[in-house]
């Protein structure tokens, strides 16, 4: 299913305000939340509740995704702050209302193989 938030990025999840944080790329921003939200990936972002997506870039290129999450990964840890506390300066979930799971008919997204 394809939506408008299908499409490339960098993002990151956090656990909440100055709490955890993870960063990662994908080729459905819609789908790979869902995935953190559900608790569907064993490690890192499951163990520390990195739930809330904080921060996303969109990207033309599979390439230039991968380029900026191995950037902002080596970042110091008040870098990242500073990125998300630019566009998103009350740490809101920026995915809160995607998901309607209080729908019966409602479908959680799956990403293509």
Known sequence: MRTHRTFIAT?????????????????NLFSRVWKHKAHTFAGFTDDYDCTRLLWFERHARVVEAIRREKRIKKWLRDWKLALIEKDNPGWLDLAADWFPVNDPNWVPPEEPD
């Open 11 to 27: 993002y990151m999840m956090g656990s909440g305000r100055n709490g955890t944080i993870y960063t990662g790329m994908t080729s």
